[in-house]
């Protein structure tokens, strides 16, 4: 059974600075793909990063970046030069091994709100 | 740039209603995907669908479920008879392709409806 989770119910961080929001996941799949999800207080579930098992480099999308540490099963995410507009809560999630046409069960974690000082 | 829009944002019903739940994914994608999340809990699957059946669902999708996609761009989803603890934040999500370690694995989410059953 697949499992993610997200340790850290909130995070503070001041604008400018780097942040880290962590993630460990467990899987007996060899093939699967973690993701990283922001979601404002609007609610709406916007797409961040994206990283696959099999991927030699970390993950990076402008400011946001995946530490991906395969042998620890973590998958943190990092937050550079913080913004106010980044104060959300930020899901990781995993998904499934392909097995068949149209499997993609992501499983989520609890999530991380993370609130940006000014 | 192309997204999942979901209408209405926000729904009220009375307990034992029908609820129908639309969705337009974006043009050439052909997996869809419903999430809900309850306030306050992390995003849970309810079921996946891909050339005109269902090819997943979850525990949660149970008779009183069902989706289809009736016209070739509608992706709806239906509550036969509400009940209170159906109320949450229902996510449509859609994907390109199929794949394991490529970026058509990327889901894109809509906005979301807050469904609230009275």
Redesign the interface.
């Known amino acids: 059974a697949q499992k993610i989770t997200q340790t850290q119910p909130g995070m503070f961080v001041q604008e400018k600075e780097a942040v880290t929001l962590d993630c460990t996941y467990d899987t007996s799949d060899p093939?699967y793909?973690l993701?990283w999800?922001k979601q404002p207080s609007?609610?709406?579930?916007?797409?961040l990063i994206?990283q696959?098992?099999?991927?030699q480099q970390n993950a990076t999308e402008g400011r946001y970046s995946l530490n991906f540490q395969k042998a620890r099963k973590s998958a943190n995410l990092v937050i550079s030069a913080s913004q106010l507009g980044d104060s959300a809560m930020y899901?990781c999630?995993m998904?499934d091994?392909?097995s068949?046409?149209?499997?993609?069960?992501?499983?989520?974690?609890?999530?991380t709100k993370l609130s940006v000082i000014p | 740039e192309p997204e999942v829009t979901q209408t209405p944002s926000h729904q009220v019903t009375q307990m034992g209603q029908e609820v129908i739940l639309r969705c337009v994914p974006i043009s050439n994608h052909l997996?869809f995907?419903w999430?809900r999340q309850i306030l306050g809990?992390?995003?849970?699957?309810l079921v996946?669908?891909?050339?005109n059946e269902i090819?997943?669902k979850?525990e949660i999708f149970d008779d009183q479920f069902s989706v289809e996609r009736p016209d070739g761009s509608n992706f709806t989803l239906k509550i036969r008879s509400t009940k209170l603890e159906d109320s949450a934040?229902y996510?449509c999500?859609s994907?390109r392709g199929?794949?394991?370690?490529?970026?058509n694995?990327?889901?894109?989410?809509?906005?979301?409806t807050?469904l609230t059953v009275v």
Do not use: P
């Open positions: 093939s793909g993701f999800y609007s609610g709406e579930m916007i797409f994206y696959g098992s099999y991927d899901f999630a998904r091994a392909y068949g046409a149209g499997s993609y069960q992501l499983t989520f974690g609890k999530g | 997996y995907y999430y809990q992390k995003v849970e699957f996946s669908f891909y050339n090819s997943e979850s934040m996510f999500a994907r199929a794949g394991t370690e490529t970026r694995t990327e889901a894109f989410f809509g906005q979301g807050r």
